[in-house]
């Protein structure tokens, strides 16, 4: 993994930087974090804070000198002097982006559309998440649900109800809708008072890690309209 963890940066930069993490990263990272403080299976990449103080013209730091210094798909703290409109992306591995790499997740091509001026987009999607809190991996258990509240978005964008088609957890769908809009409200009663959009689950093209299409299209979708609907949020069919 050595000659792949140098980052050339602009003199004075400051800001965040990610990095993805692929083999030969993983197997340093391993040993900055001492084998386990952090269950590297679990990340796809670091997101690590600069101070613009500690770079000047040519300056290359190293993944070994920095650790995981930042935060493990954590989010950029937002400065309230800031100004931009902030977005947090909620979901699951399709809001995460498994399988591509930035800047083609979906958080991050919103972030290009909308420009950096304006908005700040982040990514709080982690795969095999679901809506359901007695799912089998339920998304507000996570540090990404945590990190999303800490954000203090203006606007949040969920999608989650994918993996909650599985057989093991749709067996307690009764609870689905009360469990969105309990999510729902977590994010309502933050003082940035966001405003909220329900995502309705993609099609998918066969019944992938046990998620059966049938279920996400003529179950989940018609439960998340009925949830936007009784949220009194702007649905993203």
């Known amino acids: ?125 982690l795969y095999a998440r679901t809506l359901l809190t007695g799912g089998d991996y339920p998304y507000i258990e996570t540090q990404e649900f945590r990190d999303s509240l800490t954000f203090a978005p203006d606007i949040v964008v969920i999608m989650l109800g994918t993996n909650d088609a599985k057989d093991h957890n749709w067996a307690k769908k009764a609870s689905f809708v009360d469990n969105y809009l309990a999510l729902i409200a977590r994010y309502a009663a933050l003082d940035s008072a966001p405003e909220i959009y329900v995502c309705t689950s993609p099609t998918l093209s066969n019944d992938e890690h046990e998620i059966r299409n049938t279920v996400v299209r003529d179950e989940v979708v018609p439960l998340q309209k009925q949830v936007a609907q009784q949220a009194g949020c702007t649905l993203i069919d």
């Open 1 to 125: 993994g050595y000659g792949y963890r140098n980052l050339c940066l602009p003199a004075g930069y400051k800001g965040w930087i990610r990095v993805p993490l692929n083999t030969n990263t993983l197997y340093s990272l391993e040993h900055e974090t001492h084998n386990g403080v952090i269950d590297l299976d679990m990340v796809q990449q670091v997101n690590i804070q600069v101070d613009g103080n500690a770079t000047s013209a040519g300056t290359t730091l190293y993944v070994e000198e920095i650790g995981i210094h930042g935060q493990v798909n954590g989010s950029e703290t937002p400065d309230p002097s800031d100004g931009r409109i902030r977005v947090a992306c909620v979901g699951d591995s399709m809001t995460q982006g498994i399988g591509v790499s930035a800047p083609n997740d979906y958080p991050s091509q919103l972030q290009a559309l909308l420009g950096t001026d304006d908005y700040l987009v982040q990514n709080f999607g």
